[in-house]
Nanobody, 126 residues
């Protein structure tokens, strides 16, 4: 059984940085690709970033390119999302997801991910 637990969210001012972590317990994390999605109030869940099992492939949403970075440490079974230059429009619940069906991909589609965490709240406000 796979359990994903996110942490690192919080309330920050515009321009600040946060680093989210997602710990994967259960099945071997090296067998999966991973992604971050977010959902703001009243909006649909949207893709943020994805990474393949060996970090060879990454993808970022256009809205976060140049500000966010996704990385992973398979030894620690953890995926990270470094978020810099945060803006109010980044306010959302951030979800971690794992894809064991196609670990070589960095898919942007939520339907490709079988496992999801419960999310961590990120609020950017002055």
């Amino acid at each position: 059984q796979v359990q994903l637990v996110e942490s690192g969210g919080g309330l920050v001012r515009p321009g600040a940085s946060l680093k989210l972590s997602c710990v994967n317990s259960g099945r071997k994390v090296i067998s999966s690709s991973a992604a971050w999605f977010r959902q703001a109030p009243g909006k649909e869940r949207e893709f943020v970033a994805a990474i393949s099992w060996n970090s060879a492939i990454t993808d970022l949403a256009d809205s976060v390119k140049g500000r966010f970075t996704i990385s992973r440490d398979n030894f620690l079974s953890t995926v990270y999302l470094q978020m810099n230059e945060l803006a109010p429009e980044d306010t959302a619940i951030y979800y971690c997801a794992a894809n064991y069906k196609s670990p070589w991909r960095a898919s942007t589609s939520p339907s490709d991910y079988e496992y999801w965490g419960r999310g961590t709240q990120v609020t950017v406000s002055s």
